[in-house]
């Protein structure tokens, strides 16, 4: 049983075994591989595949409000003006 799981090491063949002594390199395996068997005692053999990455959440449209103050040729706020801005905000 021992030469079948270093044979393990080389296939796509894993057994219970493996799996339960040796679990990171059976996942290992199956990342880098994309799809390994695992086989148990009674001889049924399962496939195990990483589940793909979920996809990305798609960004919000907010506009860029940066280049729209660059086309308008708008200076920049500098830090006086943007306090003196959050103050009217606050209604001080």
Do not use: H, W
Not at 33 to 62: D, F, Q
Not at 79 to 84: I, N, P, V
């Amino acid at each position: 049983m021992e030469a079948l799981s270093v044979m393990s090491q080389f296939t796509t063949d894993f057994t219970v075994r493996d799996l339960n002594r040796q679990l990171a390199k059976v996942l290992e395996a199956c990342d880098r591989m994309g799809l390994i068997r695992i086989r148990s005692r009674k001889g049924t053999t399962y496939e195990l595949r990483p589940e793909p990455p979920p996809a990305a959440a798609p960004k919000a449209g907010y506009p860029d409000f940066a280049a729209r103050r660059r086309a308008l040729k708008m200076p920049m706020m500098t830090k006086a003006q943007s306090e003196q801005l959050d103050k009217l905000i606050a209604g001080e």
